[in-house]
Structure formats: C-alpha cells, structure tokens
C-alpha cells in the first residue's frame, strides 16, 4: 500500500466526524470506563477428591451475567451526561450491546450516533 492510498483511506473513513465529535467519543468512552472499574473474577475452589470419586463427572456452575449491570450504569451514566441535547439522547441506545457483552459494537454505535 503507498501512502497515497493510504492518506486517501484515511480521509474517506474520517470525512463525517468532527474533531470535537471525535474527542467527545473517546471522553466518553473513557469515563465510562472509569467508572465500570475492574470486574472482579472468582476463583474457582480445588477439592481434593477420593480415588473413588475420581471417575464422577463435575457439574459446571450456572453461567454469571456480568455484563448486565454495565448496561444499567452505562444508561444512567449517559442520560445524565445527554438531560436536553437531543441528539445526544441517540447514544443512550447503544448501552443495550453493553449488556450483552458486546463492547465494540458499543463503540461503533457510540461513535455512530455523534
């Protein structure tokens, strides 16, 4: 690839989004970060089993959702930051791919509706 087609490439990708749209994006997409924090992960308990039961099969435990409260947090968050700017209201929608673990389709959705 040559940097023409490369500058090109560029220029095409970026000729509807603003500076300021694009800052505000990733600010966004940071505090949200921030504020989601680390989600802590269990560690799983080691038995130590008898010969007996050696051949028994282990049930798996229930699958935890974890990324429902982070639609939650990401609605409030974003309703608040949005009160009374209609076209920010858009990317409040976008919190619901949040809640089913899908955070790049978040942020294409967040940088979308900017």
Known sequence: MTD???D???RDATAGVSRRTSLMSLGAVGLLAALAG?????????????????????????PVDQCAPQAEECTALLGALCAGQAE?????????FLGTCRASAFV????ASF
């Open 88 to 96: 920010c209201q858009d990317s409040v929608a976008c919190c619901s």
């Open 38 to 62: 680390p989600v802590p992960a269990e560690a799983a308990q080691v038995t130590v089993e008898k010969k007996s039961h050696k051949n028994k099969k282990k049930k798996c435990p229930p």
């Open 4 to 6: 023409r087609s490369f």
């Open 8 to 10: 090109t490439i560029i």
């Open 108 to 111: 294409s959705c967040l940088l």
